[in-house]
């Protein structure tokens, strides 16, 4: 079982920056792909970015170059730096955390933190 807490989401005028961070429990934090993902109202939650526990990165393309994920796996912890913020990014982001051992997968979700773009 992984737990996962969120922190740093908050109100910010665009163009402007916040960083996220996932703590997570469990002592294979390391061996977890993990991943932001977002929701905004009305829409289906979407793929942010997702680091690998080789620590190769994939980010959807409307963040490119303005966000960026990393880890920490002495402090299992997960980040995602975010700059240019768009009112397009407001939305409520979820911290995940993934890994297959055969054919079972492992999926947990932290409870997410409110992130708001606006004047």
């Known amino acids: 079982q992984v737990q996962l807490v969120e922190s740093g989401g908050g109100l910010v005028q665009p163009g402007g920056s916040l960083g996220l961070s996932c703590a997570a429990s469990g002592r294979i934090f390391s061996t977890y792909v993990m991943g932001w993902y977002r929701q905004a109202p009305g829409k289906q939650r979407e793929l942010v970015a997702r680091i690998n526990s080789d620590y190769t990165t994939i980010y959807t393309d409307s963040v490119k170059g303005r966000f960026t994920i990393s880890r920490d796996n002495a402090k299992n912890t997960v980040y995602l730096q975010m700059n240019s913020l768009k009112p397009d990014d407001t939305a409520v982001y979820y911290c995940?955390?993934?890994?297959?051992?055969?054919?079972?997968?492992?999926?947990?979700w932290g409870q997410g933190t409110q992130v708001t773009v606006s004047s």
């Open positions: 995940n955390a993934k890994r297959t051992i055969g054919f079972v997968q492992y999926d947990y």
